[in-house]
């Protein structure tokens, strides 16, 4: 499978990676690799296979509905961020 | 050329569990401050991990129920990704794959059905608020459980979008499910529309309008889809699928400029949320606690109440609920009083949270029908049930106190009559009646009333004088 720069560009995009022109460049080349290594599954017929969904093998795992304290409060949480207003987070504008 | 119009609803309601759908922090955030409502969980500060409300799959399940929808028994979370400043995770964890309630129909009161595809949980994102060159982040609605309630393009008309959004509402607050206040957003509902000619098997290019939480807009907004999007085919035109906001200023939709590009959002099974298996006895046993719903009343009460009362009291759960409890064959006295006095009253929302007892208004409408009320006096003893200190107190303790209880008593009544026709001032009204001048027994029955202080009743009066006067 071919991967080409706008692939790449498309990919940083949605993860939210910043890239210079090299790494564009060099990461297509990568991730051609890596995808040719995996593809190597391709091979085994999984048709009759159900996907994986977990490895634990549990199910129902739920809590009762109470509240409970909490291990940070509202200031521990907001000093995490680099501004605030009126104890709201500022962010760049979005829309 | 006719156009058909086809529509299709996806519809988020907010639960009102008390924590939220994957930490044990508030979820009530009403009238708190921003970023109060906030876990580590929904920070998704590193290593901290999810764990799953029970209660929000009893409610899913009443949910499901009350929009006669298939139980699936094994369902389970996956990721959908995205970076938006409300959504802290970078995605959101909702069911893609494998959704909790499955296909069912709601049908609306014209008769009309429309079928659910599915609905499944998911969390909400937190709220942004836009100011000139930054916007502001709370994160106190992260990870509200949501149930997302997909329906099949089975609508054709504006008015049937609007009376299946507010059935929805209706159906979810008989369930219990939600607090369902439009207003702060409990309700949103996301719109599909396209038109085709009439008799083509294939439908139109699709609009989107997101985020409306009113039946109004959502009617309006169809509407005027529908219009728009007429318009353009019949001009030859073509119409550009896109997603776009309503404004209700202008009555119009416009698009949201943002890049139109295909959505790519590397769904993936939820590692830290094992699946959910539910047993048959399980769900049996969480369906049976689904009350009577909208449907279930229109049966019950339909050959009772007037059917356009009947609609605007099926808007508050809390009243059919309290004329389920009232004596048969006082519902319909109650609910004319409910539906003509209660809601007409200014504080009636606040009125819903504290009804009077069943007792109370079977004996008021006994009361009423006994004719020892005037129908002026049902409704001011109505009104003064619903005074909280007036709870538990005998409705004719009640009418006693307001001195409203009509004569009745054939004997007292006649000691009335005669001091009154005992009077001078009387005199030519007796002698007018007799002579045969039939409307000057209204004037006599007035003195009777006024002699009693207004709490005869009237029409006893009139039969007595009649008697005397023959």
Same mark, same amino acid.
């Given at each position: 499978?071919?991967?080409?720069?706008?692939?790449?560009?498309? &990919?940083?995009?949605?993860?939210?990676?910043?890239?210079?022109?090299?790494?564009?460049?060099?990461?297509?080349?990568? %991730?051609?690799?890596?995808?040719?290594?995996?593809?190597? %599954?391709?091979? %085994?017929?999984?048709?009759?296979?159900?996907?994986?969904?977990?490895?634990?093998?549990?199910?129902?795992?739920?809590?009762?509905?109470?509240? &409970?304290?909490?291990?940070?409060?509202?200031?521990?949480?907001?000093?995490?961020?680099?501004?605030?207003?009126?104890?709201?987070?500022?962010?760049?504008?979005?829309? | 050329?006719?156009?058909?119009?086809?529509?299709? *609803?996806?519809? =988020?309601?907010?639960?009102?569990?008390?924590?939220?759908?994957?930490?044990? +922090?508030?979820?009530?955030?009403?009238?708190?401050?921003?970023?109060?409502?906030?876990?580590?969980?929904?920070?998704?500060?590193?290593?901290?991990?999810?764990?799953?409300? /029970?209660?929000?799959?009893?409610?899913?399940?009443?949910?499901?129920?009350?929009?006669?929808? #298939?139980?699936?028994?094994?369902?389970?979370? !996956?990721?959908?990704?995205?970076?938006?400043?409300?959504?802290?995770?970078?995605?959101?964890?909702?069911?893609?794959?494998?959704?909790?309630?499955?296909?069912?129909?709601?049908?609306?009161?014209?008769?009309?059905? $429309?079928?659910?595809? =599915?609905?499944?949980?998911?969390? !909400?994102?937190?709220?942004?608020? =836009?100011?000139?060159?930054?916007?502001?982040?709370?994160?106190?609605?992260?990870?509200?459980?949501?149930?997302? *309630?997909?329906?099949?393009?089975?609508?054709?008309?504006?008015?049937?979008?609007? !009376?299946?959004? #507010?059935?929805?509402?209706?159906?979810?607050?008989?369930? /219990?499910?939600?607090?369902?206040?439009?207003?702060?957003?409990?309700?949103?509902?996301?719109?599909?529309?396209?038109?085709?000619?009439?008799?083509?098997? #294939?439908?139109?290019?699709?609009?989107?309008?997101?985020?409306?939480?009113?039946?109004?807009?959502?009617?309006?907004? +169809?509407?005027?889809?529908?219009?728009?999007?007429?318009?353009?085919?019949?001009?030859?035109?073509?119409?550009?699928?896109?997603?776009?906001?309503?404004?209700?200023?202008?009555?119009?939709?416009?698009?949201?400029?943002?890049?139109?590009?295909?959505?790519?959002?590397?769904?993936?099974?939820?590692?830290?949320?094992?699946?959910? =298996?539910?047993?048959?006895?399980?769900?049996?046993?969480?369906?049976?606690?689904?009350?009577?719903?909208?449907?279930?009343?229109?049966?019950?009460?339909?050959?009772?109440?007037?059917?356009?009362?009947?609609?605007?009291?099926?808007?508050?759960?809390?009243?059919? @609920?309290?004329?389920?409890?009232?004596?048969?064959?006082?519902?319909?006295?109650?609910?004319?009083?409910?539906?003509? +006095?209660?809601?007409?009253?200014?504080?009636?929302?606040?009125?819903?949270?504290?009804?009077?007892?069943?007792?109370?208004?079977?004996?008021?409408?006994?009361?009423?029908? #006994?004719?020892?009320?005037?129908?002026?006096?049902?409704?001011?003893?109505?009104?003064?049930?619903? !005074?909280?200190?007036?709870? /538990?107190?005998?409705?004719?303790?009640?009418?006693?106190?307001?001195?409203?209880?009509?004569?009745?008593?054939? /004997?007292?009544?006649?000691?009335?009559?005669?001091?009154?026709?005992?009077?001078?001032?009387?005199?030519?009204?007796?002698?007018?009646?007799?002579?045969?001048?039939?409307?000057?027994?209204?004037?006599?029955?007035? @003195?009777?009333?006024?002699?009693?202080?207004?709490?005869?009743?009237?029409?006893? $009066?009139?039969?007595?004088?009649?008697?005397?006067?023959?």
């Amino acid at each position: 499978m071919k991967v080409d720069e706008s692939t790449v560009k498309h &990919l940083a995009d949605l993860s939210d990676f910043r890239l210079n022109d090299d790494e564009v460049k060099r990461l297509g080349g990568d %991730l051609e690799n890596i995808i040719k290594y995996i593809s190597q %599954l391709d091979e %085994l017929d999984t048709s009759d296979v159900e996907p994986t969904y977990q490895v634990f093998e549990m199910e129902n795992v739920w809590r009762g509905d109470e509240i &409970l304290p909490q291990d940070a409060n509202r200031e521990d949480l907001l000093n995490l961020t680099v501004e605030t207003i009126d104890n709201q987070i500022k962010v760049p504008k979005v829309l | 050329m006719k156009y058909i119009p086809t529509i299709g *609803i996806e519809c =988020h309601v907010q639960l009102c569990t008390k924590t939220k759908l994957f930490s044990e +922090v508030d979820n009530d955030a009403r009238g708190k401050e921003p970023n109060s409502c906030v876990s580590p969980v929904d920070y998704a500060l590193p290593g901290m991990l999810p764990r799953l409300n /029970g209660e929000a799959i009893r409610l899913a399940i009443l949910a499901g129920r009350a929009m006669n929808c #298939k139980i699936n028994e094994n369902s389970r979370f !996956d990721r959908k990704h995205y970076f938006y400043p409300d959504s802290p995770k970078g995605y959101q964890i909702t069911q893609y794959y494998a959704p909790i309630i499955g296909e069912g129909y709601v049908e609306l009161p014209s008769g009309v059905k $429309v079928k659910i595809e =599915h609905a499944h949980l998911e969390g !909400d994102a937190g709220k942004l608020t =836009h100011f000139g060159s930054y916007s502001l982040v709370d994160l106190n609605r992260v990870d509200t459980p949501l149930i997302e *309630i997909v329906s099949m393009p089975d609508i054709h008309s504006a008015k049937d979008a609007h !009376d299946y959004c #507010k059935e929805l509402w209706r159906l979810m607050r008989y369930a /219990g499910v939600t607090y369902g206040d439009l207003y702060n957003g409990n309700m949103r509902f996301d719109v599909n529309t396209s038109v085709a000619p009439e008799g083509s098997k #294939k439908l139109g290019t699709r609009t989107e309008v997101k985020n409306l939480n009113s039946f109004r807009s959502v009617e309006r907004a +169809v509407e005027y889809e529908i219009a728009r999007q007429t318009k353009l085919l019949e001009a030859g035109e073509k119409v550009v699928q896109e997603t776009l906001g309503w404004s209700d200023a202008t009555g119009k939709t416009t698009g949201q400029r943002s890049k139109e590009e295909a959505k790519d959002y590397r769904y993936m099974p939820e590692p830290d949320l094992p699946p959910i =298996h539910l047993t048959t006895e399980f769900i049996k046993e969480e369906s049976a606690k689904l009350p009577l719903m909208p449907a279930d009343y229109r049966t019950k009460f339909g050959s009772v109440i007037a059917g356009d009362t009947l609609e605007v009291l099926l808007d508050y759960p809390e009243l059919m @609920q309290k004329l389920g409890e009232i004596d048969e064959k006082y519902v319909k006295n109650a609910s004319n009083l409910f539906a003509s +006095v209660l809601l007409a009253e200014e504080k009636s929302a606040e009125y819903l949270n504290d009804l009077p007892s069943a007792k109370q208004l079977n004996d008021l409408a006994e009361m009423n029908e #006994k004719k020892e009320l005037s129908s002026t006096a049902t409704k001011e003893v109505f009104l003064r049930l619903f !005074d909280p200190q007036m709870r /538990g107190k005998d409705t004719r303790a009640i009418a006693k106190e307001l001195g409203v209880i009509q004569e009745n008593d054939l /004997g007292a009544l006649e000691v009335i009559v005669d001091a009154v026709l005992a009077k001078p001032e009387t005199k030519k009204a007796q002698d007018d009646f007799r002579a045969g001048e039939e409307k000057v027994i209204g004037f006599l029955v007035g @003195q009777v009333m006024k002699e009693s202080h207004g709490k005869a009743n009237p029409s006893a $009066v009139q039969e007595i004088l009649r008697k005397k006067l023959a």
